[in-house]
């Protein structure tokens, strides 16, 4: 889940990501913000999802500017 809020306060937004799904294998981290990665890409897995949460995250932090991350 990908979460966006605007905080007036502070001038600016804040950009949560939220892994509602199994835990991420270490070997795996490495890859976790590229398109469409899954740590489970098996016909037959047990959770769904395309693999793009943290793909969109991480290009929002992108396009808001490097002070972000």
Sequence with gaps: ???????????????RARNTRICIPQEKVQSIFDMFEQVDSSATRRYGGVGLALYIVKK??????????
């Design 1 to 15: 889940m990908v979460f966006v809020r605007q905080v007036p306060e502070a001038g600016m937004f804040e950009l």
């Design 60 to 69: 929002f932090a992108e396009i808001l500017g490097d002070g972000l991350m």
